[in-house]
């Protein structure tokens, strides 16, 4: 791949001890500080939260948004006449899409999938669509994110090795066509790592990608359901051979231990819609581990919901009030819960950094789990 001169990633520093580092990805709408974690925008929003307070409150670098959602409503045409998601949703800062591939095969009704890509029925009215790489890519060129994925089958936990080498193989041979296709030079396509479970697979996944990345790539198909213990294994495996000049962008995972362990395994990126669909349902993250704030040992809980976050729920807002509008239904609780769990997650990224400055981060790792109880 041709190096693009909108886009850099510089490693600013490293661990002594692990394989976790601090760098800076340059992009069109601003330069990323990693390791990151990005808020998950599906349908062109975060849900709950304003573009204003993901970005002053919440201290958001950069945000995610779905190609196949934006695909089924409002439609990549419709974004494209707006100038754009930039435009569209209100947001100045850089925008990651994926490739629509994993929805296309975890939502929807499949009906084939071939080497020219896949037919599907939308899991929302039943219509039939077809998506093949240079689709994936034409709609991501259409929505204009700064950071785009390649075309990809995720295959599931537990298939054979068999079909995860033949997916694979389909993954691979859909990279060249998205690589082929792709000619925007303001957005960065970022290759897939797939293989499933199996380690050869993994590594012959990541050889194809050192020598098509340009900045950066991504892990796909972690954290379908496997034992954390097992992706944390693969994991280790991968990390020694990753190209040391590129970002490194593992999808879909976003629980805090998974962040720390992440980070340590030589991550840069992550994303995940948990922390604002468990802030609907009236859970958050805090320093002192998670809590279901509908409790009923709330009720009187005239403190704020984590006395170490300094974001805008905790600063005006006391436990028994959040736990008045879950009980009440009042749509504020989710929007407080929201802004905290997202701020919760990119201040622990600001803790990893500082840590990773300070070379303690497997102390930092250490004193954290006790603390929090994340990994139990």
Not at 257 to 276: K, Y
Not at 334 to 350: D, F
Request: glycine letters at 6%; hydrophobic letters at 35%.
């Amino acid at each position: 791949m041709k190096h693009n001169p909108n886009f850099e990633f510089k490693v600013k520093q490293k661990s002594s001890s692990t394989f976790a580092r601090i760098g800076e990805l340059k992009t069109p709408h601003g330069v990323i500080e990693t390791p990151v974690f990005m808020p998950v925008g599906t349908r062109a929003t975060v849900k709950a939260v304003e573009p204003r307070e993901l970005e002053n409150d919440i201290h958001a670098q950069i945000i995610l948004a779905n190609t196949y959602h934006c695909y089924l409503r409002p439609g990549a045409d419709l974004v494209e006449k707006a100038g754009g998601l930039h435009k569209f949703m209100n947001w100045n800062k850089p925008i990651l899409t994926d490739s629509g591939g994993f929805q296309v095969f975890s939502l929807s009704d499949l009906n084939k999938i071939t080497d020219d890509g896949v037919e599907f029925k939308s899991h929302l009215d039943g219509s039939k669509h077809f998506f093949s790489p240079e689709k994936s890519i034409e709609i991501q060129n259409k929505l204009g994110s700064d950071i785009i994925m390649a075309f990809d089958e995720c295959s599931n936990y537990g298939v054979s090795y068999e079909y995860a080498r033949s997916a694979l193989e389909r993954t691979e041979k859909w990279l060249d066509r998205c690589v082929a296709y792709h000619k925007n030079d303001k957005q960065m396509l970022f290759p897939i790592v797939q293989g499933n479970f199996f380690s050869d697979l993994r590594q012959k996944a990541l050889e194809k990608v050192k020598n098509v990345a340009d900045v950066g790539f991504s892990i796909g198909g972690l954290s379908v359901g496997e034992p954390k213990e097992l992706m944390y294994k693969l994991m280790d495996e991968m990390a020694p051979n990753y190209p040391e000049d590129k970002a490194r962008y593992l999808m879909g995972v976003g629980s805090p231990d998974c962040l720390v362990e992440g980070v340590i395994r030589g991550i840069d990126m992550f994303d995940c819609v948990l922390p604002t669909r468990i802030a609907r349902n009236g859970t958050a993250f805090t320093s002192t581990g998670k809590i279901v704030i509908k409790n009923g040992e709330y009720k009187e809980k005239f403190e704020p919901l984590d006395a170490e976050c300094d974001c805008y729920c905790c600063r005006n807002f006391t436990k028994a009030y959040l736990r008045h509008l879950f009980n009440v239904d009042e749509i504020l609780g989710a929007q407080l819960l929201s802004i905290h769990n997202l701020r919760y997650l990119t201040n622990l990224m600001e803790q990893i950094k500082q840590a990773i400055r300070e070379d303690r981060l497997l102390e930092f790792r250490d004193e954290y789990f006790a603390k929090t109880g994340y990994n139990k």
